[in-house]
């Protein structure tokens, strides 16, 4: 008896563990009320009280996607977790409604296992006008003229996947919800390890320019450059579409600054480069580098015949959205003429949301664009980039920023003069 009671002991802290802490993440979550209303929304069959939970735990990230995706393929006109209170949406007539109104501008559950690592700036905040500061989410050579090399470099970098990941870990899993839980967890003890590197390293670039200032007497703006990933983005294409796509690129520019360098590029040099704007629409379509907005509703919302209760968390899936064969038609073909003029006339404003939209759009959304145009000008000019990988090999997974698969992302790059 008591062997029996000895063997079995494990699994029964594990079974208490798991009860107590999804009991304390879903006791103040939903509202009896919204158990009621979400039976009348369109939706799987989920569990009582934790709805999908289990199903979104038991997946890996990069395959949340799928689940999304075959969601919404089965109910329409978008899909609830039932008593979780989570939903998923596509169409672009209710991402309007959500995203263009004052009234829900509280960031989704989803941003809370960020604030830890970026602490309550912009990004993360309940509204704008509570926002006093702006965080420093990436401090890397473009915002702040620091450069990620040495072992200090490595050392950030590894911190920024691992934190990445560890928010994913945290958003999937209810049982790390609860910040108690979570802090006595190997995951917390991992996340802590990664923030003290992260936010050493942010204060340290605060430090230097700081000093830098007092010397300079120039003006310092805290920016948050989450951009990373999107650079890359226009290679993750077939290797010859790729190729003929940067060799068109090349020539805009060579018409815009002829054959010499281009080292003095201006906002009218940036303006005229229509085809390259294109190309990064089109990349940004297909790989957004911020593929799920989430909100949390504060107050009912209204969407046709269905009504969302207050106090849920709404998902809109511009990653799926983007792809959808109703908005783009071949939506997998990376095209950048449908972002010319007369094929963008008629799409719905917003069908196409890479930086999101109303009042809590991208405040970096120009910044990034012209950056991004300079970059390239720059690196295409001198190099050559062909895709090894090609896009059906790249899986891409949602780590706070997209990012593709264990950097499964492969490309040639070889110097143009040679290469000619
Ligand atoms: C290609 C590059 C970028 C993409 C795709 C992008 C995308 C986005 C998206 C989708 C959001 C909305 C998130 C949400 O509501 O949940 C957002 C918010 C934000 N972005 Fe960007 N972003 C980019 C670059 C930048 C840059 C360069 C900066 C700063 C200079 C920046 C600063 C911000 C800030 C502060 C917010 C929060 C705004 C708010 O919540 O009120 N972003 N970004």
Not at 222 to 247: F, G
């Amino acid at each position: 008896m008591w062997l029996m009671i000895l063997l079995l002991a494990p699994f029964l802290l594990i079974f208490l563990y798991f009860f107590v802490a999804l009991i304390i993440c879903y006791k103040w979550d939903t509202p009896k009320r919204n158990y009621v209303m979400a039976k009348k929304l369109p939706g799987p069959k989920t569990l009582p009280i934790i709805g999908l939970a289990l199903d979104i735990a038991l997946l890996k990230p990069h395959e949340l996607n799928d689940l999304c995706s075959a969601l919404l393929a089965k109910h329409k006109p978008f899909s609830a977790s039932r008593s979780m209170g989570s939903l998923i949406k596509l169409s672009p007539g209710d991402t309007k409604e959500i995203l263009k109104s004052t009234k829900y501008i509280s960031k989704g559950l989803e941003y809370f296992p960020i604030i830890p690592w970026l602490r309550t700036g912009l990004l993360t905040s309940k509204g704008k006008a509570q926002v006093k500061t702006r965080p420093i989410f990436t401090v890397h050579k473009t915002a702040m003229g620091t450069k990620l090399h040495g072992q200090e470099g490595e050392e950030y970098i590894k911190a920024v996947t691992k934190a990445c990941a560890m928010v994913m870990k945290r958003a999937q899993d209810p049982t790390l919800f609860n910040d108690y839980f979570f802090y006595f967890s190997w995951s917390g003890y991992q996340t802590r390890k990664c923030l003290k590197t992260l936010h050493q390293f942010t204060e340290n670039v605060i430090k230097e320019r700081r000093a830098e200032y007092r010397k300079k007497k120039q003006n310092l703006t805290d920016l948050q450059t989450d951009n990373n990933e999107s650079s890359s983005v226009i290679l993750k294409k077939p290797r010859r579409e790729a190729e003929l796509e940067s060799d068109k690129v090349v020539s805009e520019i060579e018409d815009i600054f002829g054959p010499q360098e281009c080292k003095d590029i201006r906002k009218e040099h940036l303006k005229k480069m229509e085809y390259l704007e294109k190309v990064l629409k089109e990349s940004l379509r297909l790989y957004p580098s911020v593929p799920y907005i989430s909100r949390w509703l504060e107050q009912d919302l209204v969407l046709g015949e269905y009504t969302i209760p207050a106090q849920s968390n709404i998902g809109i899936m511009s990653y799926l959205m983007h792809r959808s064969p109703e908005l783009y038609p071949d939506p997998e073909k990376f095209d950048p003429e449908r972002f010319s003029k007369e094929n963008s006339a008629g799409r719905h404003p917003f069908a196409y949301i890479p930086f999101s939209a109303g009042p809590r759009n991208c405040i970096g959304q120009r910044f990034a664009m012209m950056e991004e145009k300079v970059i390239l000008t720059q690196l295409l000019r001198k190099f050559r980039f062909e895709a090894v990988s090609s896009p059906d090999q790249v899986k891409c997974i949602p780590y706070v920023v997209l990012r593709p698969l264990n950097s499964e992302l492969m490309v040639r790059i070889t110097p143009r003069r040679n290469a000619e």
